[in-house]
């Protein structure tokens, strides 16, 4: 069957002979989904997609595209604001810089007022949403792809309070767009007068990070850690801001500069174990026994330690809870009412803590924009303790609206330092004193990678055959209920004794993914490491389980 999008591309003048040399390359396959008459579609954060020819793929054609939508939503929302102002910035992705430029000459076409960074460098994505609140911009586009393969870049979008934009304004983007037609016709020629950040203000960032700290006094002078910003924006901040802070970061040497390519970093997904292994390996052989990564855009924080001599990888949930206790004990006197607000398929072990300080847990559905959403609806008499979800992305503070890995290091580290008086390490803090109180739990994240051109659908059907089926037991635990979250866009599966089971497709990427919430059923409230060991065993036969029954 004839594509006519894809024969337009080939005739038109304003594409090259390299990028249609690449285009007669392409399988039947790659062409379907980077050629088709489809509208384009925002996911959790903005829109992801191979970088490449199409009018679905990401080019200078589709971000002059997406550049004019935002634009036009910009002038929608400001209409008396003569000359709104816009952060543009990008991570260390191949043409983000060239991307960067033909985004702000879009928007010079609107009268939109680009900012951007000094001689158009990377910025770290938490920074970017800082500086929207405190320069008082009227929005940001980050081009960025976060964690996802090289080939990869993507478009993400911020309100004038350094929040992700939510569903109803990223669909009047899309609402926006011009014509896959407008943008193959124009001959985009970059022309463009920014503003610039300057140094001041990026520093400020930092300066304000150091003041949200519960405890700015902890002594840091012996601790010592292995960093990897894994070839990502933090690459010259992260280890500056820590040692400023009185810690010993030794840089990972073959990943902490930006490299497009990802050379000495292939996986840059800190949430797989394997992205830290050259961490892991220089940590060994200086006798360090903390580890913390970023990813590419620098927003997510991997952290591990050592214990026992075993290295210990932290998933997003343990991460959070450990943050979330640490801080209601260092502001248990505030009069304010305490507020945590995480995602519907993280841990509810956070429900119990926050309970005895008369606290509210705010649960949203997966992606920060929603965290950032429920930040900017605090009350006055409401305190915000964390902001955290499962995918290891924390916000410990309101001083922006984005994950945000130089805070979380920089509270992880605090926490590690207060523990070391005690003898304890984080794995202490949560088997020695929070499960024995509050209950012994164990959370899981499994990403099952569905491939082919139609994994959306494979997916879907997954989904179906789990809300439609007969099952009343899972393993020893017995289904209570099944429901479909609408707002979670999650199935559940729920045990007796708060303990659960959730899948949901991702937004992001190619994957279906299962989350296990589990309880011991017999807790005696003592520390009793048997009981995390179980469920841990007990989750994994829960997955192993399910993949058997879907037939993967």
């Not at 249609?20 to 390359?25: A, I, T, V, W």
């Not at 810089?97 to 928007?107: D, N, S």
């Not at 070391?420 to 004193?433: C, G, S, T, V």
């Not at 439609?468 to 729920?494: P, Q």
């Amino acid at each position: 069957m004839e594509n006519k999008i894809f024969n337009a591309w080939l005739k038109s003048s304003s594409i090259d002979k390299k990028t249609k040399d690449l285009m007669k390359e392409m399988s039947h396959d790659e062409i379907g989904i980077a050629f088709n008459s489809n509208p384009i579609k925002f996911g959790t954060a903005g829109y992801r997609a191979k970088v490449g020819p199409g009018n679905h793929y990401l080019n200078e054609k589709t971000y002059y595209q997406l550049a004019i939508g935002y634009a036009k939503f910009i002038r929608y929302k400001f209409p008396k604001k003569s000359t709104p102002k816009v952060l543009v910035v990008h991570d260390n992705r191949y043409n983000g810089g060239f991307f960067t430029k033909i985004v702000c000459t879009a928007l010079e076409e609107y009268g939109i007022k680009p900012v951007i960074n000094k001689n158009n460098d990377l910025l770290p994505t938490p920074i970017a949403s800082y500086l929207i609140k405190e320069m008082k911009l009227q929005g940001g586009i980050n081009i960025t792809a976060s964690h996802n393969p090289k080939e990869y870049n993507g478009f993400k979008c911020y309100d004038q309070t350094g929040s992700q934009l939510l569903p109803d304004d990223a669909d009047k983007i899309i609402e926006f767009l011009p014509t896959w037609e407008d943008a193959l016709n124009k001959n985009i020629k970059v022309n463009f007068t920014p503003k610039y950040i300057s140094e001041l203000e990026i520093k400020r960032y930092f300066i304000d990070v150091f003041k949200s700290l519960p405890n700015t006094k902890v002594n840091k002078k012996y601790l010592k850690l292995v960093y990897s910003s894994m070839h990502g924006t933090a690459s010259y901040y992260m280890s500056n801001f820590l040692n400023k802070l009185g810690y010993i970061c030794i840089d990972v040497p073959t990943q902490n500069y930006p490299d497009p390519n990802f050379t000495h970093a292939p996986i840059c997904n800190p949430e797989d174990e394997c992205s830290l292994d050259a961490a892991i390996i220089l940590a060994d052989t200086l006798n360090v026994n903390i580890v913390l990564a970023s990813d590419p855009d620098a927003d997510r924080l991997a952290i591990a330690i050592k214990k026992d001599d075993e290295w210990v990888f932290l998933n997003g949930n343990q991460a959070g809870i450990i943050e979330t206790y640490y801080k209601l004990q260092k502001f248990k006197h505030t009069k304010k009412t305490p507020v945590v607000v995480s995602t519907y398929i993280s841990t509810n072990l956070i429900d119990r803590i926050i309970k005895p300080f008369n606290g509210k847990i705010i649960r949203t559905p997966t992606g920060f924009k929603w965290v950032g959403d429920q930040i900017n609806k605090l009350k006055k008499n409401e305190f915000y303790i964390n902001g955290f979800e499962e995918a290891i992305g924390a916000l410990p503070s309101t001083i922006n609206r984005d994950k945000d890995s130089f805070q979380t290091a920089a509270l992880i580290l605090e926490i590690i330092n207060s523990y070391n008086a005690k003898f304890m390490n984080l794995i202490d803090i949560l088997e020695k004193e929070i499960y024995p109180t509050y209950g012994h739990w164990y959370g899981s994240t499994t990403s099952l990678i569905i491939k082919g051109t139609n994994w959306k659908n494979k997916a879907l059907n997954m989904l179906d055959v789990l809300k439609n089926n007969d099952l009343t037991k899972i393993g020893d635990r017995k289904i209570k209920s099944k429901i479909f979250n609408v707002d979670a866009d999650a199935m559940e599966y729920h045990f007796e004794n708060d303990s659960w089971v959730k899948f949901r497709i991702s937004g992001t990427e190619p994957k279906f993914k299962i989350y296990t919430n589990l309880y011991a059923l017999n807790d005696n409230h003592t520390y009793d490491l048997s009981f995390t060991q179980k469920l841990q065993e007990e989750s994994n036969k829960i997955v192993e389980f399910i993949k058997e029954y879907l037939k993967i």
